[in-house]
């Protein structure tokens, strides 16, 4: 269930994509779902909380589940793997921060004072 709530991104999946690319399809993801959720009469959250919640619960699934596979195997590979894909959530979990200084350049144009 909780990793469940990235499934729309696997639509769109990118195989090759970087951090902030996986950053701006989390974020477009998460504020699509709730303008959905608005558009549905059910409560909207806009601040991005719910999607850095998202991220620490999914970081908490990535830490147990790579404590099993340390115990089933010692392949450097496999466990390299897990460690790579909890980067992008620990990423995700400070998507607020993330989104200022990283994307909000991006958007200048939509701004009121574009050269800010």
């Not at 195997?73 to 466990?79: H, P, V, Y």
């Not at 793997?81 to 959530?89: C, R, S, T």
Request: proline share 4%; hydrophobic share 40%.
């Amino acid at each position: 269930p909780i990793v469940g709530k990235l499934k729309p991104m696997g639509r769109f999946h990118l195989p090759f994509s970087d951090g902030l690319e996986t950053l701006y399809r989390a974020i477009s993801m998460y504020l699509t779902a709730q303008f959905i959720r608005h558009l549905e009469g059910e409560t909207a959250e806009w601040s991005l909380s719910g999607l850095e919640e998202i991220y620490r619960e999914i970081h908490s699934v990535n830490h147990d589940f790579s404590d099993r596979l340390r115990e089933a195997t010692n392949r450097e590979s496999i466990l390299n793997g897990i460690a790579i894909l909890d980067a992008l959530a620990q990423m995700g979990g400070a998507a607020k921060a993330l989104a200022i200084g990283k994307l909000k350049p991006l958007f200048s144009m939509y701004l009121s004072d574009p050269d800010e």
